[in-house]
Every structure is written in C-alpha cells, then in structure tokens.
C-alpha cells in the first residue's frame, strides 16, 4: 500500500507527464468545466471512472456511492444531477453498477454491515420487485450478477424519474439516459440496452432492457 509521501510522489510524476504531453492543459482545465458526461457509480476503489473510459479530468462530471444507487431522499445524488443536466448541460447520464460489487452481494445474502444495511434496503428492493427473474437452480454468483444488472437498470430508471430529467426533456433539452455494467475480470463495459432520450421512451426501452437481462 502507498504511503502519503509517495502518493504525492506519484501525484508529481503525474502532472509533470500531462504538462509534457499538453503543455497548456492545466491553464485550459482551470478556466472551464464542460463536460459532456454525468457518471453515476460505485464508491468501489477498483472502478476508476475516467480511467475506464480513457477520458481526461474534466471531461466526466462524477457522482459515486456504494451501490450506485439513486433515490428521491438523496438530496446529494439530486444535486450532483441537477448541476450537471441545468448548469453544466451535460448530454449524457450514465449509470454504471459493476460485476462483484460488494453492496450488491451484501444486500443479496443480506449480510449484516451496520449502517450500510438501510442503505442497501434499496437493492433489496430491487431484488423483490423482479423475484421471478431469479431460480434456486442459480448460483450465487449468477444471482447477485443478475442483482447487479437489474441494480443498474432500476437505478437509471429512477434518474428518467426525477423531476430534474423530466422537466430537462419538457423543455426540449437534449439529454440521454443510459445503463452500463462493468466487469473486474476483464476491463471491459457491458450496454445493458436501456438508453432514453425522451420520456415517451421509456416504457418500451425498460421493457426491452429488462427482457434482455431475463434471457441472458
């Protein structure tokens, strides 16, 4: 594990490269913030959001939590997302779970975790709500993957939900929703198929993306 002296070694070596690569990219980064992407995620350390998908500093807008999970009381979720679709414009927001991630197979097993439980009742509920999509004939690991696919999907429907996307889309604001998976094994992000534009879309794209994840 590093220290904090070699993080900030580390750190050092770091921008040194970039301004040998771009000399003038810090200048530009601190005058401006315009990105096109809102990512909401997993607080898992082994899921670097730009790293992922080879983007810059300041070309993501990041929300993270354990479970990537998006819920009306979360009044720190709702405002990340509000300042990214009202101020920062962004035209894309994408809800990334990942394979093996912890909150998930915690909520799944129902794993006592101390304060964290209440907040992965939120999983659960997913898990209740869509129990026909699980048999006793899967594995453990094929359940809590199937969990963390449907995690996704209900969590990027619950952003099409919120009053911030809706009134964006009212007002004829361009802006996407989508859902992804990331798998630890190979680097690689799954398109669970769910991506809504306008709220006309919805039903019929939730359905699609939900009968994919029941026949994979």
């Known amino acids: 594990m590093s220290s904090l002296p070699e993080l900030l070694r580390k750190n050092k070596e770091w921008s040194e490269?970039?301004?040998?690569?771009?000399?003038?990219?810090?200048?530009?980064?601190?005058?401006?913030?315009?990105?096109?992407?809102?990512?909401?995620?997993?607080?898992?350390?082994?899921?670097?959001?730009?790293?992922?998908?080879?983007?810059?500093?300041?070309?993501?807008?990041?929300?993270r939590n354990v479970g990537n999970i998006v819920v009306p009381s979360d009044l720190n979720c709702l405002a990340v997302l509000q300042y990214a679709v009202d101020v920062l414009r962004v035209e894309h927001i994408i809800v990334v779970g990942h394979y093996g991630c912890g909150g998930v197979e915690a909520a799944w097993k129902k794993s006592p975790l101390g304060l964290i439980d209440n907040w992965l009742r939120h999983v659960q509920d997913v898990a209740s709500r869509h129990h026909q999509l699980f048999s006793r004939s899967m594995t453990e690991q094929q359940s809590t993957d199937r969990l963390g696919e449907l995690n996704v999907l209900e969590q990027a429907a619950n952003v099409c939900r919120t009053t911030i996307v809706q009134e964006a889309w009212h007002r004829g604001q361009p802006l996407s929703v989508h859902g992804w998976i990331y798998r630890l094994q190979n680097g690689l992000v799954h398109d669970l198929g769910f991506t809504i534009a306008r709220d006309s879309e919805f039903v019929s794209m939730y359905d699609r993306a939900l009968r994919a994840i029941a026949e994979s």
């Not at 000399?23 to 992407?37: E, K, N, T, W």
């Open 17 to 63: 490269g970039v301004r040998k690569r771009d000399p003038g990219f810090f200048d530009r980064l601190s005058h401006q913030q315009a990105p096109r992407y809102l990512w909401i995620g997993c607080s898992d350390s082994r899921v670097p959001a730009n790293e992922i998908v080879g983007l810059m500093p300041g070309e993501l807008f990041v929300h």
